[in-house]
């Protein structure tokens, strides 16, 4: 699914790796999927105690990806590990195509020695065949668990097999309903079949785009344990692959679960590329950033085809969710002339 590509040199650099102080990054095999599906392996961490504490380590839910596991090699020029390929080829309902081509304005027009090198390794994109699903809602309707269900229950569950102690009596000491129009149903124990339930009921989300095989499957809803998002980005002054990846890498270390890319300035799209390509978690963007850089900053030629393209691009690279500013009208643009910066959601 990937096209090696001849780019400019680019320096090497690597990025932070290693275990966290007193943690063991261990895999636990995701219950629920038939014999024959490929291998479903779920990352948790266990916290050693002090000695004088005279107990079990601390089993904890896990964000930082391969980085934190000592038998595994990072090299950013390559990549993670394409983990979600297997499942989404076991599904078979979703094919390659050529995708669009990459375009000078994807860059902001930038050229020569201030354009970032593109990443070594073209993804080739998927895209759903005709007559059959592709989001995990589509599935979760069907009644169909897939391997991205079965992954994040036993991920909710900090890979354990069954029921913790005490944990019905931690949950009847609890509130399942603390607003009225918000009522919550927190089981003791996650399944798979409650993870294709609540998404089916439109109230949890798996964000996992097909074309971003390196992610672990991270569930986000109400029912289920909270989750941490984190912005980085490059901006007009600074344009970094190395700042970005480190940034990333840091977020998912300090227990991010989710990422955004709020890039703005040129070189948005090769520096998502490379952050994509090595990101273990959803990463998300406001599109409009990147459309708005598309049209030199000029609002009167930001129409839908330019947004829609936009969204095209950012899909097939392998954009997991999107932040839609909505509420931009025509007659309130020139009350952004005289920002500093700009149409952004930075400083209300």
């Known amino acids: 699914m990937n096209k090696h590509l001849d780019p400019k040199s680019i320096e090497p650099f690597k990025v932070t790796t290693g275990p966290l102080p007193a943690s063991t990054k261990l895999y636990s095999p995701a219950p629920g999927l038939p014999a024959d599906h490929p291998p479903v392996l779920v990352p948790y961490r266990e916290i050693a105690l002090h000695p004088s504490a005279n107990e079990p380590p601390v089993r904890v839910y896990d964000t930082t990806g391969p980085y934190s596991d000592p038998a595994v090699a990072i090299d950013v020029h390559e990549g993670l590990p394409r983990i979600r390929l297997p499942w989404i080829a076991a599904r078979g309902d979703a094919a390659p195509y050529g995708g669009r081509h990459i375009k000078p304005e994807d860059n902001g027009h930038v050229t020569g020695d201030k354009l970032v090198t593109q990443f070594p390794f073209l993804n080739v994109p998927q895209r759903v065949q005709p007559g059959k699903r592709l989001t995990q809602y589509q599935y979760a309707k069907a009644g169909i668990i897939?391997?991205?269900?079965?992954?994040?229950?036993?991920?909710?569950?900090?890979?354990?097999?069954?029921?913790?102690?005490?944990?019905?009596?931690?949950?009847?000491?609890?509130?399942?309903?603390?607003?009225?129009?918000?009522?919550?149903?927190?089981?003791?124990?996650?399944?798979?079949?409650?993870?294709?339930?609540?998404?089916?009921?439109?109230?949890?989300?798996?964000?996992?785009?097909?074309?971003?095989?390196?992610?672990?499957?991270?569930?986000?809803?109400?029912?289920?344990?909270?989750?941490?998002?984190?912005?980085?980005?490059?901006?007009?002054?600074?344009?970094?692959?190395?700042?970005?990846?480190?940034?990333?890498?840091?977020?998912?270390?300090?227990?991010?679960?989710?990422?955004?890319?709020?890039?703005?300035?040129?070189?948005?799209?090769?520096?998502?590329?490379?952050?994509?390509?090595?990101?273990?978690?959803?990463?998300?963007?406001?599109?409009?950033?990147?459309?708005?850089?598309?049209?030199?900053?000029?609002?009167?030629?930001?129409?839908?085809?330019?947004?829609?393209?936009?969204?095209?691009?950012?899909?097939?690279?392998?954009?997991?969710?999107?932040?839609?500013?909505?509420?931009?009208?025509?007659?309130?643009?020139?009350?952004?002339a005289k920002r500093v910066t700009g149409i952004v959601s930075r400083g209300g």
């Not at 509130?175 to 927190?186: K, Q, R, T």
């Not at 300035?265 to 990147?290: A, E, F, K, L």
Request: glycine share 6%; hydrophobic share 40%; aromatic share 8%.
């Open 146 to 336: 897939t391997a991205e269900m079965a992954y994040v229950a036993h991920r909710e569950n900090i890979c354990r097999e069954a029921m913790a102690e005490g944990a019905e009596a931690r949950r009847a000491d609890g509130e399942d309903v603390f607003a009225a129009s918000f009522p919550a149903e927190i089981p003791a124990f996650i399944t798979p079949e409650f993870v294709r339930s609540e998404i089916a009921r439109g109230r949890a989300i798996i964000p996992a785009n097909i074309n971003h095989p390196e992610l672990e499957p991270v569930i986000i809803g109400r029912n289920f344990l909270v989750k941490i998002n984190a912005n980085i980005g490059n901006s007009a002054v600074t344009s970094s692959v190395e700042e970005e990846i480190e940034k990333l890498v840091w977020s998912i270390r300090w227990g991010a679960d989710t990422v955004m890319d709020l890039s703005t300035g040129r070189n948005i799209h090769n520096i998502r590329d490379w952050i994509i390509r090595n990101s273990p978690v959803p990463i998300g963007t406001v599109p409009i950033y990147q459309a708005l850089e598309k049209v030199g900053g000029d609002p009167d030629k930001l129409d839908w085809s330019v947004f829609k393209d936009t969204l095209v691009e950012q899909c097939e690279q392998g954009v997991d969710y999107f932040t839609i500013h909505a509420g931009v009208r025509l007659q309130y643009i020139h009350l952004t």
